[in-house]
T-cell receptor, first 112, second 110 residues
């Protein structure tokens, strides 16, 4: 079945370590997005990419980095520069001409 | 900041219609109204969207006022599985970023 897959579902890291979250989609979607969600809050945009080899910062990009080397993949690295990395991270994608966004099931990152 | 205002929480009896309001008084002419919902600890799910006409699909109906400054999402026969946070978002149709507000936490009770 087509869809968007995030892995792992739960991730634990020690403070000061970089960690990379995976997001893969087989929907042939051009645009991909990373959001962060804190408890009781809405989603906030970290980075987005409209085409391969191009991406833009969202509202809270500091401490994060991304790459878009393939259309189907948009990994997010949470660096040690991110002050409060513990959160629920969601990846999404959609076609440029279709406005329905599909979301993955999320990765819950805990930094101790 | 989100361009929409929603009540933080609502209750609905199972089997009854759930009417979720949304204010978007600063919406511009090329912006659509979208609704997504998020069940606890899952990714958001698209429900419906519209520009100025009322829309209906298998999940819900969307009623947009004539001046487009507010809208209502209607779940005609709410079930316990409809308990979720519902987000109303305004965005241009040609892709674009989704700006999520706080949403409305809908509790469907037996």
């Amino acid at each position: 079945d087509g869809g968007i897959t995030q892995s792992p579902k739960y991730l634990f890291r020690k403070e000061g370590q970089n960690v990379t979250l995976s997001c893969e989609q087989n929907l042939n979607h051009d645009a991909m997005y990373w959001y962060r969600q804190d408890p009781g809050q809405g989603l906030r945009l970290i980075y987005y990419s409209q085409i391969v080899n191009d991406f833009q910062k969202g509202d809270i990009a500091e401490g994060y980095s991304v790459s878009r080397e393939k259309k189907e993949s948009f990994p997010l690295t949470v660096t040690s520069a991110q002050k409060n990395p513990t959160a629920f991270y969601l990846c999404a994608s959609h076609r440029r001409e279709n406005t329905e966004a599909f979301f993955g099931q999320g990765t819950r990152l805990t930094v101790v | 900041d989100a361009k929409t205002t929603q009540p933080p929480s609502m209750d609905c009896a199972e089997g009854r219609a759930a009417n979720l309001p949304c204010n978007h008084s600063t919406i511009s002419g090329n912006e659509y109204v979208y609704w997504y919902r998020q069940i606890h600890s899952q990714g958001p799910q698209y429900i419906i969207h519209g520009l100025k006409n009322n829309e209906t699909n298998e999940m819900a109906s969307l009623i947009i006022t004539e001046d487009r400054k507010s809208s209502t999402l209607i779940l005609p026969h709410a079930t316990l599985r409809d308990t979720a946070v519902y987000y109303c978002i305004v965005s241009p149709n040609q892709g674009g970023k989704l700006i999520f507000g706080q949403g409305t936490e809908l509790s469907v009770k037996p």
